[in-house]
Structures are given as structure tokens and as C-alpha cells.
T-cell receptor
Framework: AQSVAQPEDQVNVAEGNPLTVKCTYS??????LFWYVQYPNRGLQFLLK??????LVKGSYGFEAEFNKSQTSFHLKKPSALVSDSALYFC????????????FGKGTRLSVIA | NAGVTQTPKFQVLKTGQSMTLQCAQD?????MYWYRQDPGMGLRLIYY???????DKGEVPDGYNVSRLKKQNFLLGLESAAPSQTSVYFC?????????????FGEGSRLTVL
């Protein structure tokens, strides 16, 4: 069965510093991997995805993520954090075509301090 | 472009009452999903529909039923509400189940069962 782990419930970072939100997964086959963001009292919004190709994926709002097959990780990164990046971030793997829906991690709350 | 619309946004029920959460999407997506979000639990899949007229159970289907009679609508029913069903419910859609396409989420429906 596929599973996903976000080992940190909370990540605190100073504005202007780089940020990393970690995600590891357990999925057989070739995974599709997604990151979503949720702002307070809102639905989830798509940030970026890895399907195939370059292991470094760039997405919305300056975020990027690196797919590491050997470590089964898909960490979300941003070179310089903004206070407005403070939100709840979810990692979600999928098995790919013809398989089950996305399974979401429990989320990591990012707090960027001015 | 409205995207995914959920109604109602807020609802308070007494134990044992029934209700239906409605979800409509205007993107001609084939697949639709119902998730619930609880603190510390992330998003958990209740039911999904890969295409019009088909539905499948997700991780936490007990106490719920669904209906996908029209491609653009996906209804989530609670026949006899319980306090454990107090949660925020999110509807989402994507082009195809298991595809590389991202999920589009509604703004959520906050349900309280007393």
C-alpha cells in the first residue's frame, strides 16, 4: 500500500532564509508526486508535481522540489522564504495512470517569521 | 470560472440527523473526490468517482454514501450523523483518476455534529 510521511509537524524559518519541508513516500512502481498548500480557511492549492524527467521541479510562488528515487523523498524547497509563505503544506503521492487517488500526508505547518 | 463549488459552507446538525453535501465542478473533469480534514490527521479520502455513474470507497467510507448521477456533480450523504463526523469536508476534481493532472479543490464545508 502506498504511504507518505511528513516527519515535521511544524517548520519555523526566518524571512529571507531558505526553507525545506520534508516528504518521504512508500509507493511501488513509478510515482507521481505532488505538493499542495493550504492557507487558513481555504481549500488546497496545487504547487508543483513530479511526473518524469528532471529531478528538480519548479512550481508556483518560487517553490521547487527535488525527487530522489534512491531515498524515496520529494522535499519542498524555496531559496528565500516570505512571511506570506506561512501555511500548511501537504505532500501527496500517486501511483500513476490507472491507479488510486492521491494519498495525502498529515501536513507540515510552515511559519515564516519576519 | 467557478472551478469546484461546495454547498453548504457551514452546517450544524444534531446526532442522528441526515444531510447531503453538494459539490459541483464546471471544468468537465471525469474524476471527483470527497476528503475530510481533521486536526493532525491530514486529508483522508472518503469516497471517489473515477467517472460519471461509478463510485469507490476510500480510506474512511463508514457512515457516508455518495452519488454521481451527473458528470459535474458529486454528492456526499450522511444518513445518521454522529459527533465523530464533525470535520471539514473537501471536494476535489481532476481530469482523470490516476492521471498526472492535479486536483482542484473546493473551499470546504465545515460540519459540526452536536
Amino acid at each position: 500500500a502506498q504511504s507518505v510521511a511528513q516527519p515535521e509537524d511544524q517548520v519555523n524559518v526566518a524571512e529571507g532564509n531558505p526553507l525545506t519541508v520534508k516528504c518521504t513516500y512508500s509507493v511501488s512502481g513509478n510515482p507521481y508526486l505532488f505538493w499542495y498548500v493550504q492557507y487558513p480557511n481555504r481549500g488546497l492549492q496545487f504547487l508543483l508535481k513530479y511526473i518524469t524527467g528532471d529531478n528538480l521541479v519548479k512550481g508556483s510562488y518560487g517553490f521547487e522540489a527535488e525527487f530522489n528515487k534512491s531515498q524515496t523523498s520529494f522535499h519542498l524547497k524555496k531559496p528565500s522564504a516570505l512571511v506570506s509563505d506561512s501555511a500548511l503544506y501537504f505532500c501527496a503521492p500517486s501511483l500513476g495512470p490507472g491507479n488510486t487517488p492521491l494519498v495525502f500526508g498529515k501536513g507540515t505547518r510552515l511559519s515564516v517569521i519576519a | 470560472n467557478a472551478g469546484v463549488t461546495q454547498t453548504p459552507k457551514f452546517q450544524v446538525l444534531k446526532t442522528g440527523q441526515s444531510m447531503t453535501l453538494q459539490c459541483a465542478q464546471d471544468m468537465n473533469h471525469n474524476s471527483m473526490y470527497w476528503y475530510r480534514q481533521d486536526p493532525g490527521m491530514g486529508l483522508r479520502l472518503i469516497y471517489y468517482s473515477a467517472s460519471e455513474g461509478t463510485t469507490d470507497k476510500g480510506e474512511v467510507p463508514d457512515g457516508y454514501n455518495v452519488s454521481r448521477l451527473k458528470k459535474q456533480n458529486f454528492l456526499l450523504g450522511l444518513e445518521s450523523a454522529a459527533p465523530s463526523q464533525t470535520s471539514v469536508y473537501f471536494c476535489a476534481s481532476r481530469v482523470y483518476s490516476g492521471s498526472g493532472g492535479e486536483l482542484f479543490f473546493g473551499e470546504g464545508s465545515r460540519l459540526t455534529v452536536l
